[in-house]
């Protein structure tokens, strides 16, 4: 068993593989695996998957098409390390990120990292420093987290894989924001969570990539994707036998979310969209304990009356 393993779904990213692989190779710390798949590339992605290939670390698992939820899950299946971690293709990680996390584990089910957006041409857009704490119940770090701008990306995190697969956590396969239909789940049930703040994850922001997109049918199946995440979670974080301050500060949290994505609809879905809001009665979840929260909430019950 090796200490990490890195799961890169690769699909038609050959301009930015080399990046995304060197980062890896480049690491100060080296007890890792690296597990490629490929979830049906029809570019030059393969070619370049099996020149790294050549250094043993490297594992690739070659599959039809099936999207980056099940690229992700059969990467976590064939994956061997104590701790996984997700690796988007297009992106590339600072190459003390290993080093980093191993100095800071104890017994966390889950440590977080930091990130930095950069351009195509690597550079830097903006960087997110978050508050640091160690070990901390979720009870307490919730409301530190709540607050970071990348709470539900999957490669902010590094995770414990024993805690990973004993509760069966798998990404809905088929939809966009599948980080958004597990990773609050995951948090939920951690025993205990760390934060450092070191910029470990870079983060490419392309024009034609799923989330930076001017095709109104994709932003469209975004929200409505958003939808199918949320009643997900909504079941399962309302059977979970938590804090309840702690449940209700992530039901709140996914409320936002689907509530938001309002503003990206035209007046037609904007409509079907939020009738199924208020189906959902999601407004009743919005906290409003604090002055930010109350504004929040005032502006999103302007957005549901509109």
Known sequence: MCKFSII?????????????????INQTFDDYEVICVNDGSTDNSINIINKYCKNKKFKCITTKNNGLSEARNIGVDNSSGEYILFLDSD????????????????DED???FQVREV???????????????KHKKIDEAINIIINYHFIENAWCYAYKKKFYVDNKFKFIKGIYHEDFALIPLILC????????????????????????TNNYDKTKKK??????????????INNLKIDIKVKKIILSY?????ILKLRDLNKDDFKDYKNKLLDRKVYDNILDDTIKRKIKKIFIKYLLNR
Not at 119 to 129: P, R, T
């Open 8 to 24: 890169v779904p690769i699909y038609n990213t050959s301009k930015y593989l080399n990046k995304c692989f060197d980062s890896i």
């Open 91 to 106: 992106d590339y990680i600072d190459n003390k990120l290993l080093e980093n996390i191993n100095n800071n584990l104890s």
């Open 110 to 112: 889950v440590i977080r």
């Open 119 to 133: 351009d195509d041409n690597y550079n830097c857009i903006k960087e997110y420093h978050e508050k640091e704490f």
């Open 189 to 212: 049930k951690c025993r205990f969570i760390s934060s450092i703040d070191y910029i470990g994850y870079n983060y490419t922001q392309r024009n034609n990539s799923i989330m930076n």
């Open 223 to 236: 929200a409505y994707d958003f939808l199918i995440g949320y009643d997900y979670l909504y079941k399962e």
């Open 254 to 258: 996914i409320s936002n979310c689907i």
